[in-house]
């Protein structure tokens, strides 16, 4: 899937959670998200993205969920 693609949603996902008043909440909540309703392809190549570009573009909620929630991302369905 195309990487901007992936980022505006991963974004919009953040914006949503962004308004959750309990910061670790919403963290979880947006790796949780992720982790239910992407493929694993494309949950990889976030992740990816956040490794080698050091996740640009990506809001910092977002970054801050990925970055401490990574291993969540990586679980087998």
Same mark, same amino acid.
């Given at each position: 899937? %195309?990487? @901007?693609? *992936?980022?505006?949603?991963?974004? @919009?996902? !953040? %914006?949503?959670?962004?308004? +959750? ?6 963290? /979880? !909540?947006?790796?949780?998200?992720? =982790?239910?309703?992407?493929?694993? =392809?494309? =949950?990889? @190549?976030?992740?990816?993205? +956040?490794?080698?570009? /050091? !996740?640009?573009?990506?809001? /910092? +909620? +977002? ?6 929630? =990574? !291993?969540?991302?990586? *679980?087998?369905?």
């Amino acid at each position: 899937m %195309d990487m @901007q693609n *992936l980022i505006h949603m991963a974004n @919009q996902i !953040g %914006d949503f959670f962004e308004t +959750v008043p309990d910061r670790e909440e919403a963290l /979880s !909540g947006i790796v949780n998200h992720i =982790r239910n309703f992407w493929e694993p =392809r494309m =949950r990889l @190549q976030l992740l990816e993205h +956040v490794d080698a570009q /050091s !996740g640009a573009g990506l809001k /910092s +909620v +977002v970054l801050e969920a990925l970055r401490l929630h =990574r !291993g969540d991302l990586l *679980l087998h369905d």
